[in-house]
Protein backbone atom coordinates (compact mmCIF):
# COMPACT_ATOMS: atom_id res chain seq x y z
CA UNK A 1 0.00 0.00 0.00
CA UNK A 2 1.52 3.61 -0.83
CA UNK A 3 1.97 6.05 1.48
CA UNK A 4 -0.43 8.91 0.82
CA UNK A 5 -0.23 12.20 2.69
CA UNK A 6 -3.95 13.72 3.57
CA UNK A 7 -3.80 16.27 1.67
CA UNK A 8 -3.50 14.17 -1.70
CA UNK A 9 -6.21 11.54 -0.79
CA UNK A 10 -8.50 14.35 -0.23
CA UNK A 11 -8.24 15.45 -3.63
CA UNK A 12 -11.09 14.85 -6.32
CA UNK A 13 -11.01 11.77 -8.54
CA UNK A 14 -13.21 11.81 -11.77
CA UNK A 15 -13.30 7.80 -13.02
CA UNK A 16 -14.90 7.87 -16.40
CA UNK A 17 -15.54 4.12 -17.62
CA UNK A 18 -18.50 3.02 -19.55
CA UNK A 19 -18.36 -0.42 -18.41
CA UNK A 20 -19.48 -0.65 -14.66
CA UNK A 21 -17.27 -3.66 -13.64
CA UNK A 22 -14.54 -1.60 -14.37
CA UNK A 23 -15.62 1.76 -12.74
CA UNK A 24 -16.36 -0.35 -9.30
CA UNK A 25 -12.85 -1.58 -9.65
CA UNK A 26 -11.13 1.18 -10.51
CA UNK A 27 -13.33 3.44 -7.52
CA UNK A 28 -12.03 0.52 -5.05
CA UNK A 29 -8.72 0.78 -6.34
CA UNK A 30 -8.32 4.42 -4.70
CA UNK A 31 -10.92 3.75 -1.71
CA UNK A 32 -8.33 1.62 -0.76
CA UNK A 33 -5.82 4.06 -0.75
CA UNK A 34 -7.33 6.58 1.58
CA UNK A 35 -9.03 8.43 -1.43
CA UNK A 36 -12.31 9.46 -0.25
CA UNK A 37 -13.52 11.87 -3.14
CA UNK A 38 -14.50 9.62 -6.16
CA UNK A 39 -17.32 10.45 -8.76
CA UNK A 40 -18.29 8.54 -11.82
CA UNK A 41 -19.24 9.03 -15.21
CA UNK A 42 -20.31 6.55 -18.28
CA UNK A 43 -18.74 8.56 -21.51
CA UNK A 44 -17.22 11.68 -22.05
CA UNK A 45 -20.50 13.82 -22.68
CA UNK A 46 -21.69 12.93 -18.62
CA UNK A 47 -17.77 13.81 -17.81
CA UNK A 48 -18.27 17.43 -19.09
CA UNK A 49 -21.20 17.92 -17.11
CA UNK A 50 -19.97 16.39 -14.05
CA UNK A 51 -15.99 18.39 -14.23
CA UNK A 52 -18.49 21.64 -13.74
CA UNK A 53 -19.93 20.84 -10.14
CA UNK A 54 -17.25 18.08 -9.02
CA UNK A 55 -13.72 20.01 -10.52
CA UNK A 56 -11.30 17.00 -10.31
CA UNK A 57 -7.79 17.31 -9.02
CA UNK A 58 -7.34 14.05 -11.82
CA UNK A 59 -9.57 12.83 -14.16
CA UNK A 60 -9.30 8.52 -15.15
CA UNK A 61 -10.54 8.94 -18.93
CA UNK A 62 -11.20 5.65 -20.61
CA UNK A 63 -11.12 5.89 -24.53
CA UNK A 64 -13.16 3.97 -25.81
CA UNK A 65 -17.48 5.40 -25.10
CA UNK A 66 -20.27 5.47 -26.45
CA UNK A 67 -21.77 9.14 -26.76
CA UNK A 68 -18.61 10.71 -26.52
CA UNK A 69 -15.17 9.08 -26.23
CA UNK A 70 -12.06 9.87 -24.61
CA UNK A 71 -10.40 11.81 -26.90
CA UNK A 72 -13.09 13.94 -27.67
CA UNK A 73 -13.27 13.87 -24.40
CA UNK A 74 -10.32 15.44 -23.48
CA UNK A 75 -9.98 18.28 -26.64
CA UNK A 76 -12.86 19.97 -24.48
CA UNK A 77 -11.27 19.78 -21.26
CA UNK A 78 -8.00 20.99 -22.62
CA UNK A 79 -10.04 23.92 -24.78
CA UNK A 80 -12.07 25.31 -21.51
CA UNK A 81 -12.17 28.87 -20.77
CA UNK A 82 -11.39 28.14 -16.91
CA UNK A 83 -7.67 27.20 -16.23
CA UNK A 84 -8.49 25.04 -13.92
CA UNK A 85 -10.61 22.72 -16.06
CA UNK A 86 -8.42 22.95 -18.54
CA UNK A 87 -5.07 21.98 -16.93
CA UNK A 88 -6.31 19.02 -14.72
CA UNK A 89 -4.08 16.36 -14.96
CA UNK A 90 -5.67 13.46 -17.33
CA UNK A 91 -4.43 9.85 -17.32
CA UNK A 92 -5.98 7.74 -20.46
CA UNK A 93 -6.21 3.87 -19.39
CA UNK A 94 -6.99 1.93 -23.14
CA UNK A 95 -6.74 -1.03 -24.60
CA UNK A 96 -5.59 0.38 -27.89
CA UNK A 97 -1.33 -0.30 -27.73
CA UNK A 98 -0.67 1.67 -31.09
CA UNK A 99 2.24 3.55 -31.43
CA UNK A 100 0.19 6.01 -33.68
CA UNK A 101 -2.97 5.58 -30.94
CA UNK A 102 -0.63 6.93 -28.03
CA UNK A 103 0.58 9.85 -30.06
CA UNK A 104 -2.99 10.89 -30.73
CA UNK A 105 -3.48 11.17 -26.43
CA UNK A 106 -0.65 13.23 -26.05
CA UNK A 107 -1.79 14.71 -29.36
CA UNK A 108 -5.05 16.06 -27.75
CA UNK A 109 -3.55 16.82 -24.24
CA UNK A 110 -2.64 13.55 -22.26
CA UNK A 111 -0.72 13.87 -18.98
CA UNK A 112 -0.17 10.02 -19.01
CA UNK A 113 -1.52 6.95 -20.11
CA UNK A 114 -2.58 3.06 -18.63
CA UNK A 115 -2.96 -0.16 -20.94
CA UNK A 116 -5.52 -1.88 -19.65
CA UNK A 117 -5.73 -4.33 -18.14
CA UNK A 118 -4.67 -1.99 -15.43
CA UNK A 119 -2.36 -3.05 -12.25
CA UNK A 120 -3.64 -1.48 -9.26
CA UNK A 121 -0.25 -0.37 -7.62
CA UNK A 122 1.18 1.49 -11.27
CA UNK A 123 -2.36 3.25 -11.58
CA UNK A 124 -2.46 4.24 -7.75
CA UNK A 125 1.20 5.44 -7.81
CA UNK A 126 0.83 7.58 -11.02
CA UNK A 127 -2.08 9.27 -10.03
CA UNK A 128 -0.20 9.91 -7.01
CA UNK A 129 2.80 11.56 -8.61
CA UNK A 130 0.39 13.57 -10.92
CA UNK A 131 -1.69 14.81 -8.20
CA UNK A 132 1.07 15.67 -6.04
CA UNK A 133 2.88 17.55 -9.06
CA UNK A 134 -0.70 19.22 -9.61
CA UNK A 135 -0.53 20.58 -6.04
CA UNK A 136 3.01 21.87 -6.57
CA UNK A 137 1.97 23.65 -9.63
CA UNK A 138 -1.13 25.21 -8.35
CA UNK A 139 0.75 26.14 -4.55
CA UNK A 140 3.37 28.05 -6.97
CA UNK A 141 1.08 29.81 -9.17
CA UNK A 142 -1.34 31.09 -6.11
CA UNK A 143 1.90 32.07 -4.60
CA UNK A 144 2.75 34.25 -7.83
CA UNK A 145 -0.27 35.53 -8.09
CA UNK A 146 -0.02 36.73 -4.00
CA UNK A 147 3.33 37.73 -5.16
CA UNK A 148 2.20 39.78 -8.11
CA UNK A 149 -0.51 41.68 -5.67
CA UNK A 150 1.63 42.65 -2.82
CA UNK A 151 4.22 43.69 -5.39
CA UNK A 152 2.10 45.76 -6.99
CA UNK A 153 0.70 47.56 -4.24
CA UNK A 154 4.40 47.87 -3.20
CA UNK A 155 4.54 49.54 -6.50
CA UNK A 156 2.03 51.91 -6.15
CA UNK A 157 3.26 52.73 -2.83
CA UNK A 158 6.37 53.84 -3.87
CA UNK A 159 4.79 55.60 -6.64
CA UNK A 160 3.51 57.97 -4.34
CA UNK A 161 6.78 59.39 -3.60
CA UNK A 162 7.47 60.60 -6.67
CA UNK A 163 5.77 64.37 -7.26
CA UNK A 164 2.83 64.08 -10.10
CA UNK A 165 2.76 66.42 -12.56
CA UNK A 166 -0.07 68.71 -10.59
CA UNK A 167 2.45 68.71 -7.17
CA UNK A 168 5.17 70.06 -10.58
CA UNK A 169 3.55 72.23 -11.43
CA UNK A 170 2.39 74.11 -8.18
CA UNK A 171 5.87 73.67 -6.75
CA UNK A 172 6.98 75.58 -10.00
CA UNK A 173 4.64 78.70 -9.75
CA UNK A 174 5.41 79.30 -5.98
CA UNK A 175 8.89 79.04 -6.47
CA UNK A 176 9.43 80.81 -10.51
CA UNK A 177 10.80 77.52 -11.59
CA UNK A 178 10.31 75.54 -14.90
CA UNK A 179 10.60 71.77 -13.74
CA UNK A 180 10.76 68.98 -15.92
CA UNK A 181 11.24 65.07 -15.03
CA UNK A 182 11.40 61.86 -15.58
CA UNK A 183 10.58 58.76 -13.71
CA UNK A 184 11.16 54.64 -15.11
CA UNK A 185 11.77 52.11 -12.91
CA UNK A 186 13.89 49.17 -14.59
CA UNK A 187 11.79 46.59 -12.73
CA UNK A 188 8.50 46.23 -10.81
CA UNK A 189 10.36 47.86 -7.91
CA UNK A 190 13.51 49.67 -8.19
CA UNK A 191 15.75 51.66 -5.73
CA UNK A 192 15.41 55.29 -7.07
CA UNK A 193 13.48 57.88 -6.41
CA UNK A 194 13.56 61.86 -6.56
CA UNK A 195 11.33 65.09 -4.75
CA UNK A 196 11.42 67.75 -3.40
CA UNK A 197 10.35 69.82 -0.18
CA UNK A 198 9.37 73.30 0.52
CA UNK A 199 11.85 74.91 3.38
CA UNK A 200 10.19 78.34 3.03
CA UNK A 201 8.92 81.15 1.08
CA UNK A 202 12.11 81.25 -0.96
CA UNK A 203 14.17 78.06 -0.07
CA UNK A 204 12.97 74.54 -2.27
CA UNK A 205 14.97 71.49 -1.25
CA UNK A 206 15.64 68.83 -3.91
CA UNK A 207 16.75 65.53 -3.98
CA UNK A 208 17.52 62.35 -5.98
CA UNK A 209 18.74 59.07 -4.77
CA UNK A 210 19.46 56.19 -6.02
CA UNK A 211 19.73 52.73 -4.07
CA UNK A 212 22.17 49.89 -5.06
CA UNK A 213 20.01 46.46 -6.64
CA UNK A 214 16.50 46.47 -7.63
CA UNK A 215 13.59 44.25 -6.08
CA UNK A 216 11.96 44.18 -2.73
CA UNK A 217 15.71 44.59 -0.91
CA UNK A 218 16.28 48.51 -2.74
CA UNK A 219 12.43 49.16 -2.54
CA UNK A 220 12.26 48.47 1.56
CA UNK A 221 15.59 50.69 1.44
CA UNK A 222 13.67 53.65 -0.15
CA UNK A 223 11.14 53.40 2.40
CA UNK A 224 13.68 53.92 4.76
CA UNK A 225 15.55 56.30 3.80
CA UNK A 226 12.32 58.22 2.84
CA UNK A 227 10.95 58.21 6.51
CA UNK A 228 14.63 58.93 8.18
CA UNK A 229 14.46 62.35 5.53
CA UNK A 230 11.61 63.58 7.20
CA UNK A 231 13.33 63.07 10.41
CA UNK A 232 16.52 65.17 9.99
CA UNK A 233 14.93 68.55 8.65
CA UNK A 234 16.72 70.69 11.13
CA UNK A 235 19.82 70.37 8.94
CA UNK A 236 17.83 70.48 5.88
CA UNK A 237 19.12 74.13 4.62
CA UNK A 238 22.33 72.79 4.93
CA UNK A 239 22.96 70.66 2.41
CA UNK A 240 26.61 69.22 3.51
CA UNK A 241 25.49 69.06 7.10
CA UNK A 242 21.65 66.87 6.21
CA UNK A 243 23.85 64.58 3.87
CA UNK A 244 26.50 63.80 6.82
CA UNK A 245 23.40 63.38 9.35
CA UNK A 246 21.72 61.09 6.91
CA UNK A 247 24.96 58.75 6.55
CA UNK A 248 25.34 58.44 10.24
CA UNK A 249 21.86 57.30 10.69
CA UNK A 250 21.52 54.73 8.14
CA UNK A 251 24.79 53.31 7.17
CA UNK A 252 24.62 51.18 10.74
CA UNK A 253 21.21 50.04 9.12
CA UNK A 254 22.33 49.01 5.32
CA UNK A 255 23.89 45.21 5.28
CA UNK A 256 27.25 45.20 3.38
CA UNK A 257 26.79 45.72 -0.15
CA UNK A 258 23.73 48.02 0.33
CA UNK A 259 24.26 51.78 -0.39
CA UNK A 260 23.16 54.63 -1.95
CA UNK A 261 23.46 58.06 -4.03
CA UNK A 262 22.15 60.73 -3.17
CA UNK A 263 22.28 64.51 -5.04
CA UNK A 264 20.32 67.33 -2.52
CA UNK A 265 20.39 70.90 -3.27
CA UNK A 266 18.54 74.02 -1.82
CA UNK A 267 17.00 76.20 -4.17
CA UNK A 268 17.05 80.31 -2.77
CA UNK A 269 14.53 81.71 -5.45
CA UNK A 270 15.63 85.46 -3.68
CA UNK A 271 19.07 84.76 -4.06
CA UNK A 272 19.52 83.43 -6.99
CA UNK A 273 21.47 80.60 -5.87
CA UNK A 274 21.81 76.36 -5.66
CA UNK A 275 23.37 74.62 -3.00
CA UNK A 276 23.72 71.40 -3.01
CA UNK A 277 26.04 68.14 -1.89
CA UNK A 278 26.10 64.72 -3.34
CA UNK A 279 27.12 61.58 -1.92
CA UNK A 280 28.93 59.68 -4.64
CA UNK A 281 25.80 60.98 -6.87
CA UNK A 282 27.38 63.65 -10.30
CA UNK A 283 27.30 66.88 -9.38
CA UNK A 284 24.61 69.24 -11.07
CA UNK A 285 24.62 70.49 -14.15
CA UNK A 286 24.54 73.99 -14.13
CA UNK A 287 23.83 76.19 -18.05
Same mark, same amino acid.
Given at each position: ?55 ? !? ?39 ? #??? !?????? +?? #? ?58 ? !? +? ?19 ? #? ?10 ? +? ?84
Amino acid at each position: MLSVNKEICNSNILIVEDDYLGRMVLKEIFASQGFVNIAEAENGKEALEKIKSFHP !DLIILDVVMPIMDGVECCKHIRSDSDPHIANVPILFQTSLD #GMA !DKALLF +EV #GATDYLTKPVDPHEITARAVVHLERDAMTKRLREFQLRMAGELEIARMTQGILIPDNVVI !D +EMAEAYGLQICSHYQSCSELG #GDFWGFKSLSND +ELAIYMVDFAGHGVNAALNVFRLHALMQSAMDTARTPSAYLTYLNSILAPLLPTGQFATMFYGVINNKRNTLSYAAAASPPAVLF
